[in-house]
């Protein structure tokens, strides 16, 4: 073989290749490995310009992948106070008084419904804090936000209206508008004119934001969007001076309505990439969320709500798929709801075994036994993040677990319970819902928190290899990536602990000492 341009040893390698599953170093070159062997093979492998790291007895594993985050729009999305410490109606206001004005804006994200101690979530609470500014403040699912009056009065905003997908405005009994706003068409009439970031501090801090991911071990992630169809020029021009800390694979969103020509040209995006970005698959919303009322139920929650899909007509949803199925676009569906997971399910069913490993579910939030063994049986994958449960509690007294009712409650995130059944699972963050560190998702994997905190759970290869090996099966990118074997791409983290027997909390607070994206070393010893 030629000489490598670098070699890692050192190491205990986690290669998860069968073949080989352990090893003690790695020799890259080109972006690929060439090798994996022994301190003894090193001299072999090593030429004039070959750069040799040495691990000092840290664990090698494939490179992390997030397999589900948003680091584009979420920049948008995080902009201004981050809310998520409030933790009642109090302490919201005594932030909002004190909070930053963007443009005369007050913006705020992260904001936990269980804030509201039960009570509606109403601009009322508000206003007094806020000495006439418009404020936007986005909950924490991402799916919904509070407006104040004046930033309703700037978006013509006086009462309900109807739209093409499942969203709302919500209003009291006397039809005013709360400031409560429901899923994505309703958010977007105010957050079109909240303040946004400039091109150039949207390039500073996607590239800021990257490099913090890289030094949590992250080598890649799958972006559940295209935020508003800007991103592939966005990151070229990010290309033209830089390399990308990370390599992201995006999913456009098909909304509902979508007619053909639509989903020709979601269709022909699919050719669009760059050095380190390509989009590769397509985005849907079969619901919403359990706290927003927009989650779709087998049975209504406790308030009446979620017994309707985000799609209108969800057969429409299921045609969508398989325009897109026949073309070999792969798939990825938010589906929260029982009902939303079971459709989703149906629809890949009507396709045929051509379209196993190409279709995904998100989040799956709760299941019923009844479906788990479909996941496989199917080959539908299930991409879940343990973070998320962080927002609920073990007594079911928040607004999570309080509107499906003790027994969904139960059926809480259920990552082993799918791996058991034979299922593919893959585990990521959905920044900005959840922290990006890819350690935390690893540690939350171990000992999930609130409803879903007396289930069971993953052990820790389980949990790597939903970061790694199952990752690349979610992208349909396991005969490139997800293992450490040579020919594959060379995507490697390297921890001060094992992931694989560590316990939570060590691993949540480990040192990354490496990692590497496509033979590039993005964090750590150069």
Not at 30 to 35: Q, S
Not at 43 to 64: E, I, K
Not at 88 to 94: F, K, N, Q, S, V
Not at 354 to 375: K, P
Request: hydrophobic letters at 45%; proline letters at 6%; a negative charge.
């Amino acid at each position: 073989m030629p000489a490598a341009d670098t070699v890692l040893t050192g190491a205990r390698v986690r290669t998860l290749d069968p073949a080989r599953p352990e090893a003690g170093a790695v020799a890259i070159a080109d972006g690929h490995i060439v090798a994996v062997g022994h301190e003894r093979d090193v001299r072999d492998w090593r030429g004039p310009g070959t750069r040799v790291v040495d691990l000092a007895g840290a664990t090698l594993t494939p490179g992390l992948t997030d397999a589900h985050s948003h680091p584009v729009w979420g920049i948008e999305m995080a902009t201004g106070t981050d809310l998520s410490a409030v933790r009642d109606l109090d302490g919201l206001r005594a932030v909002l008084r004190t909070a930053e004005r963007t443009g005369g804006w007050v913006l705020g994200h992260g904001l936990d419904h269980n804030a509201f101690g039960g009570r509606p979530v109403d601009r009322t609470a508000i206003e007094d804090a806020l000495a006439g500014a418009p404020a936007f403040l986005r909950l924490y699912d991402g799916h919904s936000a509070l407006a104040s009056g004046p930033a309703l009065a700037a978006a013509g905003i006086t009462g309900p209206r109807t739209f093409p997908q499942r969203s709302e405005i919500v209003c009291d009994g006397d039809g005013r508008p709360t400031g409560h706003l429901v899923e994505h068409a309703a958010m977007a009439l105010v957050a079109a004119l909240a303040p946004k970031p400039t091109p150039a501090e949207r390039r500073a801090r996607l590239l800021a934001l990257l490099a913090d991911m890289a030094a949590t071990g992250l080598t890649g992630a799958h972006v559940m969007d295209l935020g508003d169809g800007d991103v592939p020029a966005l990151l070229a021009g990010l290309e033209y001076e830089h390399d990308l800390p990370l390599r992201l694979r995006l999913a456009p969103w098909c909304m509902p309505g979508a007619d053909d020509d639509e989903l020709a040209a979601l269709i022909a995006l699919q050719s669009t990439a760059g050095r380190h970005w390509r989009i590769g698959g397509v985005k849907f919303f079969m619901d919403g969320t359990v706290e927003g009322g927009t989650a779709w139920l087998e049975h209504a929650d406790c308030h009446g709500q979620g017994t309707e899909a985000f799609w209108p007509d969800p057969r429409a949803y299921s045609r969508a798929v398989r325009i897109l199925d026949a073309a070999g676009v792969r798939t990825a569906t938010h589906a929260i709801g029982d009902a939303a997971v079971r459709h989703v399910l149906d629809t890949v069913e009507g396709l045929g075994p051509r379209a196993r490993m190409r279709h995904r579910i998100e989040h799956i939030e709760t299941v019923s036994d009844d479906q788990l063994g479909r996941f496989a049986q199917l080959g539908v994958i299930a991409s879940m993040q343990p973070p998320h449960t962080a927002y609920t509690r073990a007594d079911h007294t928040d607004e999570w677990s309080k509107r499906l009712g003790d027994e969904r409650a139960g059926r809480a995130w259920r990552c082993r319970d799918l791996r058991d059944a034979g299922a593919v699972l893959a585990l990521g963050s959905d920044w900005p819902i959840a922290h990006h560190d890819a350690r935390q998702v690893l540690a939350t994997a171990l000992r999930p928190r609130g409803a879903a905190s007396g289930g069971r759970v993953l052990t820790g290869l389980m949990a790597l290899e939903g970061m790694t090996s199952h990752a690349a099966l979610a992208a349909g990118e396991e005969a490139v990536a997800g293992r450490i074997a040579p020919g594959l791409r060379a995507d490697l983290t390297a921890f001060t602990v094992d992931p694989v027997t560590a316990g939570p909390d060590e691993l949540a607070g480990a040192p990354v000492r490496l990692t590497v994206s496509g033979g590039r070393i993005t964090h750590g010893e150069g």
